[in-house]
């Protein structure tokens, strides 16, 4: 298939990155790997017998890092796309805002858990408030969501960018979470509008 001009840049730009080199060096399915690393490096959450969902996992870069230090624990994936297979990991490939979905996942940990991260972003569409939105409100659905499944002190890692609707949902992780603070790591692209949100459940719950 030909190539279009700005799809060209994009794949030179990809392969001049120092984070997609050291992927492909280390053996990781995504660049977006070091994301994860760094916000384990500031945040310190994913333990040896954690119980973490990974949302938005495919190609698998963030569940190839939990699978590499969560060993006494459950770790469960979803995407809409297919993900190849990660030692330790039960993978359901299928559209998160699904309610019967969030009722398996439930189901499949049998109870509350640690950690919940979401890398999760729609597709785009060429018109960035657009994608900023529908990202967002993918968010929205994660923070909705975590606060029924995490245990106390729980934590939810997700990503969201930084668009019109931003203070919406730092809002709304202040309403339902304890600690909420903004991240963004250095192999997240400075020219992305993304971020990434840290909250830890309140005590009471
Ligand atoms: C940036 S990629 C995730 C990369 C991943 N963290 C890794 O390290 O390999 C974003 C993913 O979100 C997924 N996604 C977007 N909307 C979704 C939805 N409604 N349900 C499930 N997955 C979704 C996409 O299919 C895509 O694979």
């Keep these: 298939m030909k190539k279009n001009k700005s799809s060209k840049s994009w794949i ?10 050291k992927s492909k060096t280390l053996g990781y399915r995504s660049r977006s790997a070091f994301k994860l690393i760094e916000l384990n490096e500031k945040f310190k959450f994913i333990k040896n017998n954690s119980n973490l969902l990974d949302i938005g996992s495919s190609p698998g870069g963030w569940s190839q890092i939990a699978s590499s230090i969560i060993k006494n624990g459950k770790i469960v994936a979803v995407d809409k796309k297919p993900m190849k297979e990660v030692k330790n990991v039960i993978f359901f490939q299928k559209d998160f805002t699904d309610n019967e979905l969030q009722k398996e996942i439930k189901k499949t940990f049998g109870g509350k858990i640690d ?16 994608d900023c939105i529908r990202t967002n409100l993918l968010c929205s659905e994660v923070i909705n969501f975590s606060i029924s499944i995490l245990k106390q002190r729980g934590i939810l890692v997700s990503k969201v960018f930084m668009g019109e609707d931003f203070l919406e949902i730092r809002e709304l992780a202040k309403k339902k979470f304890k600690n909420v603070e903004f991240y963004k790591p250095k192999s997240s692209r400075s020219e992305s509008k993304e ?8 005590n009471t719950l």
């Design 12 to 21: 030179i730009k990809q392969h001049r990155d120092p984070f997609f080199k």
């Design 115 to 130: 950690i919940v991260v979401s890398d999760m972003a729609s597709e785009t569409t060429g018109n960035k408030s657009l």
């Design 195 to 202: 971020t990434y949100i840290h909250c830890e459940t309140l």
